[in-house]
């Protein structure tokens, strides 16, 4: 048995989960980054309690789980808050991913394209450890637009949050495989298929 480890990445709402849904469809087994993420921050684990001793108990909901909404808002507003909370949370998140992958490998009987479906791939120092990396693309002022219907942001909050990722175009640089996602889904299925099949060549040809 066989596994290619591939990373999935691109700028915030550039249409990473429509292209890992995709990826799922054809067989791909899925590590989604984010899922793991809320998972982390849930009352009483770990991240969660240095979280609140580092943010306050103004974060916290009635029900004790933190406000992203209100963390985020702290942390994309200053850059040392944004850095200790990567710390807090990166390396759980990591741990996680590579728990993940070991189980995907002993439960698996064939050959396996294992997803990690993580947008700050190049920002944890993830792309270490994937055999290649697939950036989906998207261009700023479609990014800006897709963030501030989203999120309901105003237009300096989506800024910062766009600003606090590597640049789409050093990502582009950097990637193996680059999926465009500023045109119908047909056509981003279609470079996905594509995609698909070189991966599952090299997967044989290992």
């Not at 292209?19 to 770990?46: S, T």
Request: aromatic residues 4%; charged residues 25%; glycine residues 4%.
């Amino acid at each position: 048995m066989k596994i290619l480890i591939v990373g999935l990445t691109g700028g915030i709402v550039s249409g990473k989960t429509t292209v890992a849904k995709i990826l799922k469809e054809l067989g791909a087994k899925i590590i989604d980054a984010d899922e793991i993420a809320r998972h982390i921050i849930c009352p009483q684990q770990k991240a969660w309690k240095k979280i609140v001793q580092h943010f306050g108990v103004e974060i916290l909901k009635d029900s004790q789980e933190i406000n992203r909404k209100k963390l985020a808002q702290i942390v994309f507003s200053d850059q040392e808050k944004l850095k200790l909370l990567n710390r807090i949370t990166h390396p759980e998140i990591i741990a996680l991913i590579k728990k993940q992958i070991r189980q995907i490998y002993s439960h698996s009987t064939g050959n396996v394209v294992c997803i990690i479906d993580a947008p700050l791939l190049f920002e944890t120092h993830l792309e270490f450890m994937v055999d290649k990396v697939i950036v989906v693309y998207l261009n700023r002022e479609e990014q800006l637009k897709r963030l501030l219907r989203r999120d309901g942001l105003v237009k300096g909050e989506a800024v910062k949050r766009i600003e606090s990722q590597i640049s789409i175009e050093e990502k582009v640089r950097l990637a193996d495989y680059v999926i465009d996602n500023q045109l119908t889904f047909q056509q981003t299925r279609k470079q996905v298929l594509q995609v698909w099949t070189e991966l599952n060549t090299i997967l044989q040809h290992q």
